[in-house]
T-cell receptor, first 111, second 110 residues
């Protein structure tokens, strides 16, 4: 079966712009989580959505937001981009809330 | 605060040389411990979930074990294709909120 699909794979944005990343979970999975991965901080939890509701949120500023649609697809938005937002953004889906399966990620570069 | 510490940070092995990676954790109520493998530029690939002390799981050359304070990932007779970063993560509350360690970068030389 198809895995977690993230689009786009690569993005280059300018400071101050905003960006929207997309994630299609594994069919039947209702939980979608987002993570930021950087060389210095490792993998850090951003937020989790389950049945269109944000169930969990990490310690990131309000510039980072997300949503989930009725078909479980999720989007993540970052406004007023900063250089430090450059990272690999990973989406993970799960059936029950455990055993998360990750997508290939979106590599965001802010210049 | 939940903490996950992996050691060593990097490990170089010769093909066939078995070894173990360590993941120690300090959490308030473990729901599950997860091991992932990550290749450069790719997302983490799920390997194992362990739920209780004493539990063991195996997959090919990998075996994961769990105690009340740490988990080990044993690699038996590794091959060059086992080279990757191995990540450990814990879940302590409902929902997919995983706290990750920094990872162990494994290199297996032919």
């Amino acid at each position: 079966k198809a895995g977690v699909t993230q689009t786009p794979r690569y993005l280059i944005k300018t400071r101050g712009q905003q960006v929207t990343l997309s994630c299609s979970p594994i069919s039947g999975h209702r939980s979608v989580s987002w993570y930021q991965q950087t060389p210095g901080q490792g993998l850090q939890f951003l937020f989790e959505y389950f049945s269109e509701t944000q169930r969990n949120k990490g310690n990131f500023p309000g510039r980072f937001s997300g949503r989930q649609f009725s078909n479980s697809r999720s989007e993540m938005n970052v406004s007023t981009l900063e250089l430090g937002d450059s990272a690999l953004y990973l989406c993970a889906s799960s059936l029950t809330g455990s055993e998360a399966f990750f997508g290939q990620g979106t590599r965001l570069t802010v210049v | 605060e939940d903490q996950v510490t992996q050691s060593p940070e990097a490990l170089r092995l010769q093909e066939g040389e078995s070894s173990s990676l360590n993941c120690s954790y300090t959490v308030s109520g473990l729901r599950g411990l997860f091991w992932y493998r990550q290749d450069p530029g790719k997302g983490p690939e799920f390997l194992f979930t362990l739920y209780s002390a004493g539990e063991e799981k195996e997959k090919e050359r990998l075996k994961a074990t769990l105690t009340k304070k740490e988990s080990f990932l044993h690699i038996t007779a590794p091959k060059p294709e086992d080279s990757a970063t191995y990540l450990c993560a814990v879940e302590v509350s409902s929902g997919s909120r995983l706290t990750f360690g920094e990872g162990t970068q494994l290199t297996v030389n032919p």
